[in-house]
């Protein structure tokens, strides 16, 4: 079961918090739950592991296993909170390897996150050989990422398969009433999924956004699923035993004494894009209006090679959240070497778990009398049902975070502006007046670009 400690944090805090945040708290959580605060048009993920469409969860799975059936690899083609949170699940529980280990699933490819030349002839030349299907995920079809993107791939599969033949291996996750990619799979036959209406993107992993690669990758969604409902329930308690209340308000009240930069860290490689999807969820949700912490993340123990030095001595602006899920069951342990060479046989015979929970501790001490405050949420093993119920944790304490800086935590308003100048200087109709602005911007000042 997930808990957060706080030992080694709340003691950077000058005075008690709790009771004086409870009324913030309770009234964040009512936000959450009811609605009435900003954004409310997006929360319906808060009950999504009660309420989800029972009927769209049989297709997913339905789906997963056609693809696993007929498919050597799946292309997943979104952006953002389109694909974070699916990489993320599929390495966590499945390795950063994945796709390089034998196995009876199929690769998972990535693609459609970026403008990267290099990156899409390597997707494309990998899949070219062999059965492939598609999964494009967007609400509107017209981000310019993913919509490039499917473009190719969408052609490889015509010539391939013919256009018929192709219909059959792409999956479209979209708005569930229009848009261009609805209007796209409805003339072209493709099978549609739903991303909710009031579910935003960074928040859609327990969507079929997140669900239909997470299973064609084996893993199982009922088990997920699960998790995120048990931590649901644990976190409609209005105390401070519900371990959302305890991260968000420790968050807050570190950020309002100078803590500006929260470093999400974990001792697991397999974490990374469990990371990169959390960076995503509290950047997007609570940097706006000029406030917010800034979500960065480690990977340790190789980041305290290369990033200890600054967590343990650089500008105090830090706080530290630690992921410490349980041991695997399967442990390997040192071997003995008869010469000794590297003077490691005092740790002859124990099992990685115990060198690693010593790093742990011994990482946690100097850090903190380093003067970074540490949060330690511990959970279960590596497992569907412990990753879910972290996600839904993540997801909750988010809503109450934003609530409490005073932002609306589900919209992302900064995020139009690269947008438009691209779009501009691409030459996008509608754009032509501010592209002639950019363009001369870029020729009156090139050192600054």
Not at 21 to 29: E, I, N, T
Not at 438 to 444: F, G, H, P, T, V
Request: aromatic letters at 10%; hydrophobic letters at 40%.
């Amino acid at each position: 079961m997930l808990s957060v400690d706080l030992s080694r944090a709340a003691s950077f805090l000058p005075l008690p918090y709790e009771e004086v945040l409870r009324p913030r708290l309770v009234r964040a959580g009512a936000q959450l739950q009811h609605g009435g605060g900003p954004g409310d048009d997006f929360i319906g993920w808060v009950r999504l592991p009660e309420t989800y469409d029972r009927e769209e969860f049989a297709r997913i799975e339905a789906a997963a296993a056609r693809i696993r059936a007929d498919s050597k690899a799946l292309v997943v083609i979104g952006i953002g909170g389109s694909y974070l949170g699916a990489r993320g699940v599929i390495e966590c529980l499945g390795s950063p390897n994945y796709n390089l280990l034998k196995k009876d699933t199929p690769n998972v490819y990535f693609i459609g996150n970026g403008l990267s030349a290099a990156a899409l002839r390597e997707v494309l030349a990998l899949v070219e050989d062999v059965d492939f299907s598609v999964n494009v995920i967007s609400k509107s079809g017209t981000t310019t990422e993913p919509a490039v993107a499917f473009r190719f791939f969408r052609a490889l599969l015509e010539k391939k398969y013919g256009r018929a033949g192709a219909a059959k291996r792409i999956y479209a996750t979209t708005d569930r009433a229009r848009g261009a990619l609805k209007g796209l799979a409805d003339a072209e036959g493709y099978e549609t999924f739903a991303v909710p209406d009031d579910v935003g993107g960074r928040y859609s992993v327990l969507t079929a956004v997140g669900l239909l690669p997470i299973a064609v990758a084996g893993i199982d969604l009922r088990a997920l699923m699960a998790g995120a409902e048990e931590m649901m329930l644990r976190c409609r308690t209005e105390e401070f035993t519900n371990p959302a209340w305890q991260y968000a308000a420790i968050r807050s009240e570190l950020y309002r004494h100078g803590k500006k930069i929260e470093l999400l860290a974990c001792f697991e490689p397999s974490f990374r894009f469990m990371a990169e999807w959390w960076k995503q969820l509290y950047g997007e949700s609570e940097g706006k209006e000029g406030r917010g912490l800034f979500p960065a993340s480690v990977d340790f123990t190789a980041d305290l090679h290369s990033m200890g030095q600054y967590i343990q001595q650089g500008e105090r602006h830090l706080l530290e959240t630690v992921v410490r899920f349980a041991p695997d069951a399967e442990q390997p342990r040192v071997p003995f070497d008869e010469a000794d060479g590297d003077g490691l046989n005092f740790l002859a015979g124990r099992t990685l778990a115990e060198i690693n929970t010593q790093a742990m501790d011994g990482t946690l001490l100097a850090h903190v009398e380093g003067g970074v405050p540490n949060v330690v949420i511990r959970t279960g093993p590596r497992d569907a049902h412990t990753l879910g119920g972290l996600i839904y944790f993540f997801e909750y304490a988010c809503g109450l975070s934003g609530y409490l800086l005073g932002v609306n935590p589900f919209d992302q308003p900064g995020v139009e502006a690269y947008k438009k100048n691209m779009f501009a200087l691409l030459g996008k109709p509608g754009y032509e007046a501010l592209g002639e602005h950019l363009r001369r911007k870029l020729e009156e000042t090139p050192s600054a670009f």
